[in-house]
């Protein structure tokens, strides 16, 4: 097999900045050994995050320039809308500024005290939004999902048994839509089969409740689906993102991942209350139903994006390539979550620096080698992200201490990855000179994106 080459030419390019180690190792120590305190300029690979951070191709900026900027009736809303509901079928279409706008009309709309929003997974935002309502979100990931050593197809799939043996205890009455994850983002960007979308959906019908999609990852689970599962191989993506959003009765999406822009999302249905309701809610807080928060240049951006995320040469060197990333890795014996997702690698830090208990946060000792070695800007998911401390002042570790190396779409060429490839097992080789790292400072929630640390 040829290699998979990065399916686009560059027009346009940015520049980075290149900086030493040694001033890494200041720069570092002056954002309290917090990468979200570092100045991008200051960072040579940014894989904070895969939102928001696609290079956009020539045709999106043109769309841009030929945006119809009116209030209202904008040539550039129906654009996208026809883009929309040509991909999911869905009857109303909403645009907002972004994804969790989006949750937070819906949940506005169909959650509050005494409701209960079954998932495979919420999204942290997604979660928030339910919470916020009054309901409560919980979360139903298959076992298989949960264990990282294990290698296989559908990590992201919803235990069904789970799930009906929920809508039995708690009433269906109380429960006013089932939502499902993909890919599963907070389970290691892992799929969720056709099949299970199917069952779900036999499940919905049985006790006659609304199926929501959060889409963010449609594409590249609609991808993961024509490579795993045989019934599919023939398919098109678009046919099989069709068949996805065929089962549900409307979705929830962050076009900043898979719509490939840099901000922009939408909110769609069938249930005409509810999407009166939701449009009511749109115009006090995001603005008007045919721009939603957005510029309506966005909208054209976004309608472009929806088709360019289904090109499927696009598709196979973007799993193609993480997928690369992480072979390299596993080859050098780094140790991650495997198999390796769709958007993101995940280094499995309590086997990368088992010398540092979980208190002494080692994901964070990694996260600081990597950007002191190679300017590599990467996120703690584990005991500072998610940690507590006890009453008796015991640290207590969420199950997983993760580094989260997330791939900005269309942005980095192979060599740029075989540089990072190369700066984290040089860290590996030397991780026995990791030190352990304790908290300075801390915010009472979300105390992960303000956190002051230092060495122990
Ligand atoms: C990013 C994301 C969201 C929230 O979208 P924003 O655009 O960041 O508000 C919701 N669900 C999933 C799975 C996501 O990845």
Redesign the pocket.
């Given at each position: 097999m040829k290699t998979t080459i990065e399916p686009f030419k560059i027009k346009s390019v940015e520049p980075i900045r290149f900086t030493t180690a040694e001033q890494r190792a200041a720069l570092i120590r002056e954002a309290y050994y917090n990468p979200f305190f570092l100045k991008s300029e200051d960072v040579l690979i940014d894989f904070l995050t895969d939102?928001g951070t696609t290079a956009m191709s020539a045709k999106q900026w043109s769309g841009i320039m030929d945006g119809d900027e009116a209030y209202a009736g904008s040539r550039s809303y129906f654009r996208f809308e026809d883009a929309v509901r040509d991909l999911t079928g869905f009857k109303h279409i909403i645009p907002t500024h972004?994804?969790?706008?989006a949750?937070k009309i819906l949940f506005s709309v169909v959650g509050g005290a005494g409701n209960i929003i079954p998932n495979n997974t919420h999204?942290d935002?997604?979660r928030a939004n339910v919470e916020y309502s009054g309901a409560e979100a919980v979360d139903l990931l298959n076992e298989i999902g949960k264990k990282p050593e294990v290698i296989a197809d559908f990590k992201g799939n919803m235990d069904v048994e789970s799930l009906e043996r929920l809508i039995q205890e708690r009433g269906a009455e109380h429960i006013p839509l089932i939502m499902i994850?993909v890919t599963n983002?907070s389970g290691g960007g892992q799929p969720v089969s056709m099949a299970n979308i199917r069952e779900v959906r036999r499940v919905c019908d049985r006790y006659n409740i609304p199926l929501f999609i959060?889409a963010?990852?449609f594409a590249e689970n609609a991808y993961f689906i024509k490579l795993r599962e045989p019934e599919f191989a023939q398919k098109s993506v678009r046919e099989i993102a069709r068949e996805m959003f065929s089962y549900a009765d409307g979705c929830?999406m962050?076009a900043?991942?898979d719509g490939m822009v840099n901000t922009g999302?939408f909110l769609a249905m069938n249930n005409d209350d509810w999407a009166a309701k939701s449009k009511n809610i749109l115009i006090i807080t995001e603005g008007f139903t045919t721009y939603g928060g957005l510029a309506r240049r966005d909208l054209e951006a976004i309608a472009q994006g929806l088709e360019e995320v289904l090109d499927e040469n696009y598709l196979n060197y973007r799993i193609r390539s993480t997928e690369y990333f992480g072979k390299k890795l596993t080859e050098a014996g780094v140790p991650l979550l495997l198999p390796t997702g769709g958007h993101a690698i995940y280094l499995d830090a309590r086997r990368f620096a088992p010398h540092i208990p979980p208190e002494q946060f080692p994901g964070q000792a990694v996260v600081c080698e990597i950007y002191r070695i190679a300017g590599i800007r990467s996120v703690e998911i584990g005991s500072l992200m998610f940690g507590k401390t006890a009453e008796n002042g015991q640290h207590i570790a969420p199950p997983m201490e993760l580094v989260r190396l997330a791939i900005p779409r269309r942005v980095y060429t192979q060599s740029h990855i075989d540089y990072c490839i190369e700066a984290i097992v040089e860290a590996y080789e030397k991780r026995n000179d990791l030190r352990g790292m304790k908290l300075i400072y801390e915010a009472p929630y979300l105390r992960h994106f303000t956190a002051h640390l230092e060495y122990v």
């Amino acid at each position: 097999m040829k290699t998979t080459i990065e399916p686009f030419k560059i027009k346009s390019v940015e520049p980075i900045r290149f900086t030493t180690a040694e001033q890494r190792a200041a720069l570092i120590r002056e954002a309290y050994y917090n990468p979200f305190f570092l100045k991008s300029e200051d960072v040579l690979i940014d894989f904070l995050t895969d939102s928001g951070t696609t290079a956009m191709s020539a045709k999106q900026w043109s769309g841009i320039m030929d945006g119809d900027e009116a209030y209202a009736g904008s040539r550039s809303y129906f654009r996208f809308e026809d883009a929309v509901r040509d991909l999911t079928g869905f009857k109303h279409i909403i645009p907002t500024h972004q994804g969790r706008a989006a949750e937070k009309i819906l949940f506005s709309v169909v959650g509050g005290a005494g409701n209960i929003i079954p998932n495979n997974t919420h999204f942290d935002t997604t979660r928030a939004n339910v919470e916020y309502s009054g309901a409560e979100a919980v979360d139903l990931l298959n076992e298989i999902g949960k264990k990282p050593e294990v290698i296989a197809d559908f990590k992201g799939n919803m235990d069904v048994e789970s799930l009906e043996r929920l809508i039995q205890e708690r009433g269906a009455e109380h429960i006013p839509l089932i939502m499902i994850t993909v890919t599963n983002n907070s389970g290691g960007g892992q799929p969720v089969s056709m099949a299970n979308i199917r069952e779900v959906r036999r499940v919905c019908d049985r006790y006659n409740i609304p199926l929501f999609i959060d889409a963010c990852r449609f594409a590249e689970n609609a991808y993961f689906i024509k490579l795993r599962e045989p019934e599919f191989a023939q398919k098109s993506v678009r046919e099989i993102a069709r068949e996805m959003f065929s089962y549900a009765d409307g979705c929830t999406m962050s076009a900043k991942k898979d719509g490939m822009v840099n901000t922009g999302g939408f909110l769609a249905m069938n249930n005409d209350d509810w999407a009166a309701k939701s449009k009511n809610i749109l115009i006090i807080t995001e603005g008007f139903t045919t721009y939603g928060g957005l510029a309506r240049r966005d909208l054209e951006a976004i309608a472009q994006g929806l088709e360019e995320v289904l090109d499927e040469n696009y598709l196979n060197y973007r799993i193609r390539s993480t997928e690369y990333f992480g072979k390299k890795l596993t080859e050098a014996g780094v140790p991650l979550l495997l198999p390796t997702g769709g958007h993101a690698i995940y280094l499995d830090a309590r086997r990368f620096a088992p010398h540092i208990p979980p208190e002494q946060f080692p994901g964070q000792a990694v996260v600081c080698e990597i950007y002191r070695i190679a300017g590599i800007r990467s996120v703690e998911i584990g005991s500072l992200m998610f940690g507590k401390t006890a009453e008796n002042g015991q640290h207590i570790a969420p199950p997983m201490e993760l580094v989260r190396l997330a791939i900005p779409r269309r942005v980095y060429t192979q060599s740029h990855i075989d540089y990072c490839i190369e700066a984290i097992v040089e860290a590996y080789e030397k991780r026995n000179d990791l030190r352990g790292m304790k908290l300075i400072y801390e915010a009472p929630y979300l105390r992960h994106f303000t956190a002051h640390l230092e060495y122990v």
